[in-house]
Nanobody, 126 residues
Framework: QVQLVESGGGSVQAGGSLRLSCAAS????????LAWFRQAPANDREAVSV????????YYADSVRGRFTISQDNAKNTVYLQMNSLKPEDTAMYYC???????????????????WGQGTQVTVSS
């Protein structure tokens, strides 16, 4: 059974930085698709970024490109999301999601991912 545990959330002022971690266990495939999504109260879930662990290929939502960086540590089965230049509109619960493979054209479809973490809260104040 796949288990995803997020950490690293917190409260920061606008312009600050946070690094989120997603520790994965129970992944049976040799390569996987690991993504970050976020959801603010009263908003729809939004895809943030994805990384394909085999190739290292990553994609970003337009709203975070240039500010957020996704990375992986295969030895630790952990994916990170470095978030810089944070804005109040980045405030949300951030979730890690995983699947053995998600076609790149659908990386931002939450329905494509079988496993989800419990989330970590990020709050950015102005």
């Amino acid at each position: 059974q796949v288990q995803l545990v997020e950490s690293g959330g917190g409260s920061v002022q606008a312009g600050g930085s946070l690094r989120l971690s997603c520790a994965a266990s129970g992944l049976t495939a040799s390569t996987n698709t690991l993504a970050w999504f976020r959801q603010a109260p009263a908003n729809d879930r939004e895809a943030v970024s994805v990384i394909y662990t085999g190739s290292g290929t990553s994609y970003y939502a337009d709203s975070v490109r240039g500010r957020f960086t996704i990375s992986q540590d295969n030895a630790k089965n952990t994916v990170y999301l470095q978030m810089n230049s944070l804005k109040p509109e980045d405030t949300a619960m951030y979730y890690c999601a995983a699947d053995p493979y998600v076609t790149p054209s659908r990386w931002d479809w939450g329905s494509q991912y079988k496993a989800w973490g419990q989330g970590t809260q990020v709050t950015v104040s102005s």
